[in-house]
């Protein structure tokens, strides 16, 4: 290292022959065909984003309603209300697990710990969902897919629910409040 | 009212003003141009003060929260401003002997401004030639033009950053539902991280960049719900491309090392991709903290100093991801010369993480893991081989698909490999061979997960352009360096051999 050139480029310049000056307009040109796409895309991309700032009025609570919804966003708050931070809660994906549901509602809800339960249509008995039980939680929270919104349940209910459900021969498919 | 901007630079400054001044402590860096020196300063106070409060949470039981913030910030910025003062006041008290403003003491502890550096002997060796100085002049404008539109892209990233909360996907999986976790607990040993029975993903991926965010959180008093955190993570990306343009200014020159910072600042997939500057990924931070190292490792010659701040930057790559621990290795092995002020910058470089790995080690220790990828026993049960080639059938179509994409890439990867063959005789260099490998670095690191993992397709598709990210830095020095080449090329084509390197 102690005697090289410091620009690699010009080190082996003098003692190797050059090769064609075809690839060499190649890469210029490749690079300079990238550039004038992708600047003026991020630059126009750019200032979008600095107008956005400079009009934006939003509170964090406005911003979450207008990335999440306000039927999500209305959701997470009353249980965040309903559920202290201390406080832990029983997780079940009640959607497409690819949807990434539980994910969502387990940061929303964060710092109450949650206790993975199961997915929603695996969960056939309360017997079986007794059995499954690795922590005394009272509270249930059903997540969904992406923008969906939660559902809080008292373990009792989420229990009665699924017997009356696995009776009735069908899912766990409660109208929005009902069961909270 | 506007979004939180000025919450958001508060944010930055959280880190970026003890990092500054922790610059003085190093020679190599305070002598760096303002924009170079604040980018080291950045990622030195992100790895002080967020490291800091992590080894002081765990280690010591202290409670994150804000006067711990302020005296984790305080002290690196202390330290600096008396390493400041200790030196102005050695030029002083020389001065004041009435020494002579020739002897060794006085200009070597003060350097005129603007002739530190790497290019300042240069910039005089050629100062009659006229023909190099117009391409200076070019070079220089090509330089400020790129650096302009950057700066633009930059100011749009932290914009976007401050106006909506995190709305990405791992972002909110793992790191900052983590940062959540332990505000809530007031440490990084929180119970939830603790408890097996917990629900939570990657219980056992290092915690630097969720303490950053509880440290942004603390000190500003913030709804947990405002996008503050998010001020962090875009600040990389000024400082990703300000550590490629000063690593690849020294190897190829002004006018490439500022295209490639260019080109990077203009891959969509850096900015708003799974990983890049937008999301709350570690993806970016990890690429700056280890190019970062391996451009100081790399530059200039082998002084203990330089090793102490490329061992913290190496250190802190190792808190930032699983993976910043392999890569922390590889750049001291690439980076190792031989004698003794290279054993020593090794020793300097190696100690903090070595140190930083048994306090990592000692961390996961007490966290069950679960929800993750467990590599060690993958690993274990002997699935490497022949998996690293029997499965490349089905990986590398995934990896070539992604690469492939215009909406992530707008054509880079298209570019990247027509300007490395057409440059590659300055790829035969040892300095820009070592780049060339430390890029190669993450892309191993994946292919060896993706051989033993059950899943290689689905997880390849989900993570192989962040780890292109990861050797971002040295990859487009490499490149940068290839660009040289190309316009020498072109510039010169005919003229002879023996006069091109005058």
Known sequence: MRAESRHPSRARFATRARPGRVPAMAAAGLLGLYLAVAVPKGLWRAGGEVADAVDDHESPDQARRRLFGDSYTDAIDEIRRALPAGEGYLMVEGGSGMLGGTYWVRYDLAPRRAVYLGRLNELTSAQQVRRRLVANLRHVVVAFGSHKPPRLYDRFRFLQEIDRRARAGSAVRGGPGSDR | MTADLAGGLGAIALFAVPGFALTELFPGLRRRPLPRRAAYGYLLGVATVAGGLYALSHLGGVPLRQPAVWAAAAAPALAGAAACLLRRRRVWASARRGADPASPTSAGAQPPAGAAGPDAGRTQAVAGDGSRTAARVRGGRLAIACAVAATVICIGVFAEAMTNPPHDWDGRMTWCAQARYIRAAGTVDAAVLRDERSYISHPQYPLLLPVAQVAVLEVFGADPDAPLPRAIYAAFLPALLLVIYDGARRVAGRASAALAALAAAAAPFVIRGEGGAESTYSDLPLACFYGAGLVLLLGGRPRAA?????????????????????????????????????????????????????????????????????????????????????????????????????????????????????????????????????????????????????????????????????????????????????????????????????
């Open chain 2, 306 to 502: 330089s090793g102490w701040a490329a061992g913290l930057l190496l250190a802190a790559a190792v808190l930032t991801k699983n993976e910043g621990a392999v890569l922390a290795a590889l750049a001291l092995a690439l980076t190792w010369r031989s004698g003794r002020a290279g054993a020593v910058r090794f020793a300097a470089a190696a100690a903090p993480v070595v140190l930083v790995l048994a306090f990592f080690a000692s961390w996961r220790a007490g966290i069950p893991n679960r929800q993750d990828e467990n590599y060690p026993d993958i690993l274990q049960a002997g699935h490497l081989w022949p998996g690293i080639v029997t499965h490349v059938a089905d990986f590398v179509p995934v990896m070539l698909d992604k690469m492939n994409r215009f909406r992530h890439w707008a054509g880079f990867w298209w570019m990247a490999p027509v300007a490395l063959v057409a440059g590659r005789s300055a790829l035969r260099h040892p300095l820009a061979r070592r780049y060339l490998a430390a890029a190669a670095g993450p892309p191993l690191v994946a292919w060896a997960a993706y051989s033993v993992h059950p899943t290689p397709v689905n997880l390849a598709a989900v993570t192989w352009e962040r780890f292109l990210l990861q050797a971002a830095v040295p990859l487009l020095i490499v490149l940068a360096c290839a660009w040289a080449e190309v316009w020498r090329r072109l510039a010169r084509p005919t003229a002879s051999p023996a006069g091109s390197d005058a």
